[in-house]
């Protein structure tokens, strides 16, 4: 994702992105002067009419998104929405990051974003998540016309070289099937850890759609704040990423939180966690503490 922000904009920019979105963006957004612009989202993602409504407002040149899997609601946009999109994009002149970071856990996804915006669609995924967090290498697909060479300097300086024996462990494990078979596993192991949190938690609380995805978004009760909530849940042991971690404006924040379903080793530390949690989720709100 650096390697391409670098790539494909200027300070000054402004970048494009869902109302929610991946909290190192704006580390990233910050680092090159970007204007970020959160676009509007629902059930099934960005909102075709918002972004017509920011590419006429603002002369943006850049919209980051991730379609599958988003990070932090879950939301897979669906193929007539991703051909919206992509029409929106092609009329005003914009590019897209597509993020698939997540891409390959689901069995069934539709087709990327970039399948039906070839011409100005850069398309960004790694293997950390899907096979092993140690495995650190990242794709980047470009367009044909795109100046490669911008990328390849800034792959560069950003990194000297991709790590000689992590591409050969990762280049013989595709050739071998042994990259197939892990995201197998971790595709079992996840819908194994989605099943117990939709036991533990409630369907009625989980607000993101029911893909296999390592993390998911929990909605709170009436009245609840996020930053409260995570605070609470944090004095009982539990650690959750309240919503405004994740928004990219000014507007409110989502009574939601972020659950992490890969960092407990094993589903019994798991389910210890989500037990904790849900007993949050039924108690009363805690007061704050005074802070003298």
């Given amino acids: 994702m650096e390697v391409a922000l670098a790539a494909l904009t200027r300070p000054g920019d402004t970048l494009l992105t869902e109302a929610l979105t991946y909290p ?50 879950g939301t897979v946009v669906p ?82 070289m991709t790590t000689p024996l992590m591409a050969e462990v990762l280049s013989r494990w595709v050739e071998d099937g042994t990259a197939d078979a892990l995201v197998v596993r971790q595709r079992q192991e996840v819908e194994a850890r989605l099943a117990l949190a939709r036991e533990v938690l409630g369907t009625g609380a989980l607000k993101g759609p029911r893909v296999p995805l390592y993390h998911l978004w929990l909605g709170l009760p009436e009245g609840r704040r996020s930053e409260d909530f995570a605070a609470q849940a944090k004095r009982h042991g539990v650690s959750v990423t309240p919503a405004g971690l994740f928004t990219t404006g000014p507007g409110p924040v989502p009574p939601a939180v972020r659950v992490c379903l890969g960092t407990p080793r094993t589903r019994a530390q798991l389910e210890r966690g989500l037990r904790r949690l849900r007993e949050v989720l039924d108690a009363a709100p805690e007061p704050l503490a005074a802070v003298v």
């Fill in 79 to 160: 193929v007539e929405r991703r051909e919206r999109i992509a029409e929106v994009a092609r009329r005003h002149g914009l590019l897209v990051l597509e993020d698939d970071a997540y891409g390959l856990l689901p069995a069934e996804r539709p087709p990327p974003l970039a399948t039906f915006l070839p011409e100005a669609s850069y398309f960004i995924a790694g293997v950390s998540k899907l096979l092993t967090p140690g495995l650190r290498i990242g794709y980047l697909v470009a367009p044909q016309r795109a100046r490669g060479e911008r990328l390849a300097e800034e792959v560069g300086l950003a990194s000297l």
């Fill in 24 to 73: 190192g963006l704006r580390v990233l957004a910050q680092r090159f002067q970007l204007r970020m612009q959160g676009v509007a989202m629902d059930v099934q993602g960005l909102v075709p009419e918002a972004l017509e409504a920011a590419c006429k407002g603002g002369g943006a040149r850049l919209l980051y998104c991730q379609p599958t899997g988003h990070n932090p609601t």
